[in-house]
């Protein structure tokens, strides 16, 4: 077989080994032969790599009390990106409450509402392509910020990965 995905390649031998094991049973038991025992064909998926290309960036916004709905209109309308051939997600996240899940222990200020972006790109060169290029840390915080935005970029060490795909559309409010 000339494919080269290994697990098509793997299936196409088993189908094949079987089919030649069904073809001997059957001679062998028409000419009386003893048929001897054949064990099952395991097939195993291809070692993941040791390392990959994908990186996430991780913002931390602080927004003014009373600014949030603001914010949110900039992230979904104007912080856009326009070419997200590289982008897997990107997501605006709210912190929940740590009445409700009292096993949170990051702290935050009480002075300003924090929301913590994620983004998951396919490599690194790609983020920095459509959103590094154009960070200026020394731009003072928008309107709308209590203090400035920190950033921190990431390389997967260890991954897993569940049976849950991620979400597949926008939300209705992201441009």
């Given at each position: 077989?000339s494919?080269s995905?290994?697990?098509?390649?793997?299936i196409g031998?088993?189908?094949?080994?079987?089919a030649?094991?069904?073809?001997?049973v059957k001679n062998?038991a028409?000419?009386?032969?003893?048929?001897?025992?054949v064990?099952p064909v395991v097939i195993?998926?291809?070692?993941?790599?040791?390392?990959t290309?994908?990186?996430?960036v991780a913002?931390?916004?602080r927004i003014k009390?009373?600014h949030?709905?603001?914010f949110?209109?900039?992230?979904?309308?104007?912080?856009?990106i326009?070419d997200?051939?590289g982008?897997?997600?990107e997501?605006l996240?709210?912190?929940?409450?740590?009445?409700?899940?009292?096993w949170m222990v990051?702290?935050?200020?009480?002075g300003?509402?924090?929301?913590i972006?994620?983004?998951?790109?396919?490599?690194?060169?790609?983020?920095?392509?459509?959103?590094?290029?154009f960070?200026?840390?020394s731009r003072?915080p928008?309107?709308f910020e209590?203090d400035?935005r920190r950033?921190?970029f990431?390389?997967?060490?260890?991954w897993?990965i569940?049976n849950?795909?991620l979400l597949?559309?926008?939300?209705?409010a992201?441009?």
């Amino acid at each position: 077989m000339s494919n080269s995905n290994p697990h098509v390649t793997a299936i196409g031998t088993a189908i094949i080994l079987s089919a030649f094991v069904g073809l001997s049973v059957k001679n062998a038991a028409a000419q009386n032969a003893v048929v001897p025992k054949v064990e099952p064909v395991v097939i195993s998926a291809p070692q993941a790599s040791a390392t990959t290309s994908t990186r996430m960036v991780a913002v931390e916004w602080r927004i003014k009390k009373g600014h949030e709905d603001e914010f949110l209109e900039y992230w979904s309308t104007r912080s856009t990106i326009p070419d997200r051939s590289g982008l897997v997600g990107e997501f605006l996240n709210r912190v929940e409450s740590r009445e409700q899940y009292p096993w949170m222990v990051w702290e935050f200020n009480e002075g300003w509402t924090t929301f913590i972006n994620i983004g998951i790109w396919r490599e690194g060169a790609d983020f920095q392509q459509q959103i590094g290029r154009f960070i200026d840390n020394s731009r003072p915080p928008l309107a709308f910020e209590a203090d400035r935005r920190r950033r921190i970029f990431l390389a997967p060490e260890r991954w897993r990965i569940g049976n849950t795909a991620l979400l597949n559309e926008d939300h209705p409010a992201v441009k």
